[in-house]
């Protein structure tokens, strides 16, 4: 068998590559507990669904994905199962979430399939364990994917939200997503620390729920509590935000029948002091570990926000005035910022290496 000669070796791998970049429909997935999104390369974001799948009870057939299987929660027949396969970051059926992967990788496609499988990295919660990201890596491959790259969410959202990570200094990243919270301080393109907390939007819209049923016994879903907090929800109650109020409509436990009652923006942010309590929490552990070195650097370049969590009104005032005033910024998009930045390391893959899990 004769080889090539080293330059002839070099351009086939070249041309191979090229070929792969041509034929292959590479991805970046923000897998989040709360949304879905997918970066295509060369395209950028080209996704932005609800991580919802709806299948049919006996077959798990897959009838819809994101928004209209999420219009489908809490009103379906019983042959129709509407749920969300992810819980607090991590994958609670390995079936559903595959055939949601696969439901999306078509719709992004077109329902075309390329000729060579995509190459996918996927933002993980960094509290993730080793048996749940396994769980994560091969609903990817089930779904279509030729290789799998894992990273950290928080490390994805620093990239996307446009902090200079590659700097040898110090960048905390605050990253309040559907299932959880990511606070990490990153330097070099490497986290120095992090930690994850399992509170985020979820449980924002579950201690409404829960203050709701407790003060009005009315029954009211999780969707019905997200509206409530997005409408008159916030952090920090300012004087003239105590007079709003919203109506809200759910089930008497006592009589059993409808019911609608009037709840001030006051009540939701009782409702929402210990969620958010949780989140300021890991935010100053974050800032006690951090080194002294890289603790300097924050007192001028202060903290970035991520993530939907973030955009909960007076909660960067609030985090700022709870560590001692360190200027606190929510990034452009955040809604965007994992997917963004998953989607930047995919372009430049080589130069962002030292950023994906091993």
């Known amino acids: 068998m004769k080889f090539l000669p080293a330059f002839k070796l070099d351009f086939w791998n070249t ?16 897998l989040g507990t709360a949304n879905t999104l997918v970066y295509l390369r060369n ?14 009870a006996h077959t798990k057939e897959v009838l819809a994905a994101g928004k209209a299987a999420k219009d489908m929660l809490g009103k379906t027949p019983e042959r129709i199962i509407a749920v969300r396969p992810l819980r607090e970051g991590v994958i609670a059926d390995f079936e559903l979430t595959e055939s949601m992967l696969r439901w999306f990788i ?54 996307g939200a446009g902090l200079p990570v590659q700097e040898p200094s110090g960048n905390m990243i605050v990253d309040i997503g559907g299932g959880t919270t990511e606070v990490a301080v990153i330097s070099l393109k490497s986290v120095v620390f992090c930690r994850s907390v399992r509170v985020g939007g979820d449980e924002m ?20 509590a997200e509206t409530i907090k ?17 109506l809200v409509k759910g089930r008497d436990l006592v009589t059993g029948v409808p019911k609608t009652i009037t709840l001030t923006r006051a009540e939701v942010n009782e409702a929402l002091l210990e969620p958010i309590a949780s989140i300021v929490d890991v935010v100053r552990v974050a800032l006690e570990n951090t ?16 993530g939907g969590g973030s955009l909960l009104p007076g909660l960067a005032e609030l985090i700022s005035r709870e ?5 606190v910024r929510v990034a452009d998009d955040p809604l965007d910022c994992v997917a963004k930045g998953a989607g930047k390391v995919l372009e430049e893959l080589d130069y962002f290496k030292e950023a994906l899990n091993d």
């Open 15 to 30: 041309k191979r590559k090229g070929w792969f970049s041509i034929f292959s429909n590479d991805m970046a997935i923000d």
């Open 323 to 327: 560590t001692g005033g360190l200027p």
């Open 106 to 159: 078509r719709s992004v496609h077109n329902d075309k399939r390329t000729l060579i499988r995509p190459r996918m990295i996927i933002g993980v919660p960094s509290g993730i364990t080793q048996v749940e990201k396994r769980a994560i890596e091969d609903s990817a491959r089930q779904a279509g994917a030729r290789e799998v790259y894992t990273i950290m969410e928080p490390m994805a959202a620093a990239i």
């Open 230 to 246: 997005i409408t008159i929800g916030s952090a920090l109650l300012a004087p003239q935000d105590a007079a709003n109020d919203l």
């Open 291 to 306: 080194p002294p070195e890289l603790s300097s650097d924050l007192v001028t370049g202060g903290i970035t926000m991520a």
């Open 205 to 224: 819209d579950r201690a409404i729920v829960q203050y709701v049923k407790r003060k009005y016994n009315l029954l009211i879903g999780e969707r019905t």
């Open 43 to 56: 395209r950028g974001i080209v996704l932005n669904e609800p991580t919802v799948v709806a299948v049919r």
